[in-house]
């Protein structure tokens, strides 16, 4: 049996909340403009398995980063450390447990399109006009429900019944069945302008992810405002560090080919002589836009990168078989850049630097096999 719970609210509370979120909105304006996803729902291709094998590649997981000390309140939690002797089979699963659990730790917050007003009228019954000045709202608290799927309606002054918003269906699902760490009324460091860019420019920009995560919905205009800011910073400091090997390095990643402005993140795998990286960037963007002038030979190329292991930065040998995947990899950026990049000298600039530095590599990894009697 459904359980319903009536409340009855003042209408200004209504209207002053209603007016408070909307200055709000407008007040928090940056010199950077967010975009949003309003226009093409970008679920279908973010979800996608291709697009979500390369995210999680590009992520580049650390396992040093991902279980590393975090802040509780200001302190940190130290636990006692357990010390066990393993044998190279139970060895073996730990490492697959840790695995699986880094796994989850780096599951990313979808990308979803931007939610559309609900403004349904159920009924009108005008016998109903001038019995209250007030608004009546009906919440489903049967347990187990789904929040997107409870039940919540309004009953207008003027007799009207209509299914309630979202910023007021939200409301009610975190007054009777609260998420942890949700707050009811917006936190300050969202709704404070100041407070917002003192963050940002300290770089804390894991920090409002995250928070963003637990406060808003994937779909709601503040979240993805809040997240397409925070990207932009990144992308205009260059600090794509600071989120590589966590959970949100995808979801950005996704942001920046989505709107065209991936070359800064071009320029800097190329710069740190991450060439099989640009080239599952370019596969990417042949993904989402298809515009790439060598599509399908990124593609390619992206399918025998994903089988090898991460490139570290300086290999201590190189086999034949690398030298030959890496030069592929280094025609097919170059012909990105002929084609698609916005950033050309940048680019070139970079991957000269990138050709030097390998062909370094490849003359010591030659030059000790040569020694050590190989051919």
Request: charged share 25%.
């Amino acid at each position: 049996m459904m359980s319903v719970l009536i409340n009855k609210l003042p209408r200004n509370n209504i209207k002053t909340i209603i007016t408070r979120s909307s200055e709000i909105q407008s007040c928090r304006h940056l010199s950077i403009v967010p975009s949003l996803y309003d226009d093409k729902d970008p679920a279908p291709t973010f979800f996608s398995s291709q697009v979500q094998i390369l995210l999680k590649r590009l992520t580049r997981p650390d396992l040093s980063k991902v279980f590393r000390k975090r802040c509780n309140t200001g302190l940190f939690v130290l636990r006692t450390p357990t010390y066990k002797f393993l044998t190279d089979k139970e060895l073996e699963a730990e490492i697959a447990k840790a695995n699986e659990k880094a796994e989850q730790l780096l599951q990313m917050p979808p990308v979803v399109k931007m939610h559309q007003t609900i403004n349904e009228v159920l009924s009108e019954d005008p016998a109903l006009i001038g019995y209250d000045s007030c608004k009546y709202l009906f919440t489903d608290i049967t347990y187990g429900v789904k929040n997107e799927h409870r039940i919540i309606v309004e009953r207008d002054p003027d007799g009207v019944l209509r299914n309630c918003d979202h910023d007021i269906r939200k409301r009610l699902n975190q007054t009777y069945f609260p998420m942890n760490g949700r707050k009811i009324k917006e936190p300050i460091m969202f709704s404070d302008k100041d407070r917002f860019n003192d963050l940002l420019d300290n770089s804390k920009y894991e920090f409002i992810l995250d928070r963003a995560c637990i406060q808003y919905e994937p779909d709601e205009p503040k979240y993805q405002s809040v997240t397409s800011i925070t990207y932009q910073h990144i992308d205009l400091k260059k600090c794509y560090e600071i989120l590589r090997s966590t959970r949100h390095f995808g979801p950005m990643t996704f942001y920046l080919t989505w709107h065209q402005s991936m070359d800064n993140l071009m320029l800097e795998l190329l710069q740190g002589n991450a060439i099989r990286e640009a080239v599952l960037l370019t596969s990417l963007r042949q993904h989402i836009h298809g515009d790439v002038i060598n599509g399908g030979e990124a593609h390619n190329l992206a399918q025998q990168i994903l089988p090898t292991p991460k490139q570290s930065e300086k290999p201590e040998n190189l086999t034949e078989e690398d030298i030959q995947l890496d030069n592929k990899c280094v025609e097919c950026i170059e012909k990105f850049i002929v084609g698609n990049s916005a950033m050309k000298s940048q680019h070139e600039l970079a991957l000269q630097g990138f050709r030097e530095h390998y062909q370094q590599l490849i003359d010591l990894s030659r030059g000790l096999r040569k020694a050590h009697g190989g051919v």
